[in-house]
C-alpha cells in the first residue's frame, strides 16, 4: 500500500508540474505517437490541440538489415497509427518542426525521438512507457501504458480501422494517454 500511495504521489505531482509547463509555455510543440489510438489522438486534439503545434513523430523506423518493403505484408512504415494521425490532424502535420530556441516547450509522446535536436532551454513533457537512459534528462516524465496495456483503434495505410484489445493490466501507477490529456487540458484552456 505504500508504493501505491508513493506512485500516486509521484503522479499527481508530474501532472501538476507538466500542467504548469503547459501553462508558461509561449510556443509549445507536440511531437504525436504514431503508435498512439484513435481515441488518444482524438483526445489530445480536443483537450490540447489548439494549444500545441502538433506534429507526426515516427516512433519505429526499419531496423538496420530489415527487408523495408514488399509487395505483401511488410511495409516501409513500421508504426500501426500513422494514417490515423493524418486523418485526425492537419497536413502540416506532416512536416519536421522547427525545435529551435523559440520553441519554450515540446511534448514528447512515444519513442523514437532524438532528444538532442532540442535547445539546451527547452522544457521536456515526456509520456512513455518507460524513461531510457537516452531520455532521462525530460523535466517531466509520465509513464503512459503501451499498446498491450490498453484498447483503443489504429487506421492502417488503407484506410481500414480496426480495434485492439489488452493483453496484461496495466500498473496503478500507469496512466491512459487518452485520460491524462484530458486532465492536463484543464491549464491549457487558461493558457490559450
Request: aromatic residues 8%; contains cysteine; hydrophobic residues 45%.
Amino acid at each position: 500500500m505504500a508504493s501505491t500511495t508513493s506512485s500516486n504521489f509521484c503522479a499527481i505531482n508530474s501532472l501538476a508540474a507538466a500542467r504548469s509547463l503547459i501553462a508558461a509555455a509561449k510556443r509549445p510543440v507536440a511531437l504525436l505517437s504514431s503508435w498512439g489510438s484513435n481515441e488518444e489522438l482524438a483526445a489530445f486534439r480536443t483537450a490540447l490541440g489548439a494549444r500545441f503545434a502538433s506534429h507526426l513523430k515516427t516512433d519505429w523506423a526499419p531496423e538496420p538489415g530489415e527487408p523495408v518493403e514488399d509487395n505483401l505484408l511488410i511495409r516501409r512504415d513500421k508504426n500501426p497509427n500513422t494514417a490515423g494521425v493524418r486523418a485526425l490532424f492537419p497536413p502540416a502535420v506532416d512536416t519536421e518542426p522547427e525545435l529551435g530556441p523559440e520553441t519554450d516547450l515540446v511534448l514528447v509522446w512515444g519513442e523514437g525521438f532524438d532528444f538532442a535536436r532540442l535547445h539546451a532551454k527547452t522544457k521536456i513533457v515526456f509520456l512513455n512507457s518507460y524513461l531510457q537512459p537516452e531520455n532521462g534528462h525530460a523535466d517531466v516524465f509520465i509513464p503512459i501504458s503501451n499498446q498491450t496495456e490498453r484498447r483503443g483503434h489504429y487506421t492502417n495505410f488503407q484506410g481500414v480501422t480496426s480495434a485492439f484489445e489488452p493483453c496484461f493490466p496495466k500498473l496503478p501507477s500507469v496512466a491512459d494517454a487518452q485520460t491524462l490529456f484530458a486532465a492536463l487540458g484543464a491549464s491549457a484552456e487558461v493558457a490559450a
